[in-house]
């Protein structure tokens, strides 16, 4: 009997200890937000990446929330009027497109380095 009580005991513990592990895990919440996109054209990939990190993503946000990497590859100071605005619903992929698109058609106020990674 007493042998009966002292694994049950051990079980219990080993037990115990499993999901003390496993809520700590379901406890981790990942940073989000603090991350900075990288500086780089929507249409130049990263090898390994298709699609931008989705963590800085704001679809709330008239610019998908990457004014800053907009900025970074433009020569102005400021987005232009005439920039496309991000539609919720469009993907990463779609909007990376159409900001490509509009570096295309406006060659003159990205930087040289972006122009030559877009090929224009």
Do not use: W
């Amino acid at each position: 009997m007493t042998k009966f009580i002292l694994m049950y005991c051990c079980l219990l513990a080993t037990t115990d200890m499993f999901s003390q592990h496993a809520s700590e895990d379901a406890n981790k919440v990942p940073k989000s937000g603090t991350e900075t996109p990288p500086h780089r054209p929507s249409g130049v990939q990263i090898k390994g990446k298709s699609t931008p990190n989705a963590s800085y993503i704001n679809e709330n946000d008239v610019y998908m929330g990457r004014q800053a990497e907009i900025l970074e590859i433009l020569k102005i100071a400021r987005i232009p009027t005439d920039f496309p605005k991000y539609k919720k619903g469009t993907t990463i992929r779609e909007y990376n497109e159409i900001m490509d698109d509009y570096y295309r058609r406006h060659p003159d106020i990205i930087k040289d380095i972006y122009r030559k990674k877009l090929g224009v």
